[in-house]
């Protein structure tokens, strides 16, 4: 289980300290998937960065698995079995593929690793991870490192964006098969509708608080009437993406 006690994260601006994240107090349940959903700069990334140690909360306590980690580094975090995917995944020149999926896991399978997440090994293996790579590959590369790992927690941010339909399709089966089979807390971030049907418990995030939670089937039909929400396609976007203000 992990629990969030009263977390607090202010981030100094000038001469001022501006408050992120506000009283935060949740606690997810182990091989539960939940989705943190909620209006741009309400907080969402905050909070998943807090969890992984990449932010250090202000006040409040993280408690893993009966254990306070709130002064955990982020490496003693990932060896406790905490895993981050980028909603834009740093990119490494000089560093080929292969280098980077030897780095994530001492799994030898590297090819398997790659065919996984939809990449043919013989053109990817030995490619270098800069901006040669397309979005959608990079995400494809740093999901292959990912859920090669043990993991206990997995945290997804944003993992639609930048990636076309047919491959983010692919992309969400696979990070539910992961699920399931590897009986984990998995947090997506996400607007995508998709997801949010998915998850057994969405979590609406928005101005640093947390202003309502829920299994899907009950929350999603909320969002969609909820004044503060509109989907996409009626504020002319695409489709199946929820905005909340």
Same mark, same amino acid.
């Given at each position: ?104 896991? /001492?799994?030898?399978? =590297?090819? +398997?690793?790659?065919?996984? !997440?939809?990449?043919? $090994?013989? @053109?990817? &293996? ?73 998850? /057994?418990?969405?979590? =609406?995030? +928005?101005?640093?608080?947390? !202003?309502?939670?829920? $299994?899907? @089937?009950? &929350? ?26």
């Amino acid at each position: 289980m992990l629990k969030l006690e009263s977390v607090e994260l202010q981030i100094a601006n000038g001469n001022e300290n501006v408050s992120i994240l506000k009283d935060i107090n949740l606690e997810l349940e182990d091989n539960k998937f939940y989705a943190l959903t909620g209006p741009n700069g309400g907080g969402k990334t905050s909070l998943a960065k807090v969890i992984m140690g990449i932010y250090k909360n202000n006040k409040g306590k993280i408690i893993f698995d009966g254990r306070d980690i709130t002064n955990l580094s982020i490496t003693e975090r990932a060896k406790a079995g905490i895993s981050y995917a980028f909603q834009n995944p740093p990119r490494f020149k000089g560093m080929k593929i292969k280098d980077i999926l030897r780095i994530s896991s /001492d799994n030898n399978s =590297l090819r +398997a690793r790659l065919r996984a !997440v939809g990449l043919c $090994p013989q @053109d990817y &293996l030995d490619r270098e991870c800069d901006t040669s790579l397309s979005g959608g590959e990079m995400k494809r590369v740093e999901l292959a490192t990912v859920l090669s790992r043990p993991s206990k927690i997995v945290i997804y941010d944003e993992p639609e964006a930048g990636v076309d339909l047919w491959s983010f399709e692919n992309l969400l089966q696979l990070i539910r098969d992961h699920h399931n089979k590897s009986n984990v807390i998995s947090i997506v971030i996400t607007h995508h509708e998709r997801v949010l049907s998915l998850a /057994d418990e969405i979590i =609406l995030l +928005a101005d640093g608080k947390i !202003v309502d939670r829920g $299994p899907s @089937d009950k &929350l999603l039909p909320l969002l969609r009437t909820d004044s503060r929400c509109c989907w996409e396609d009626n504020c002319g976007g695409n489709d199946n993406e929820i905005k909340c203000y």
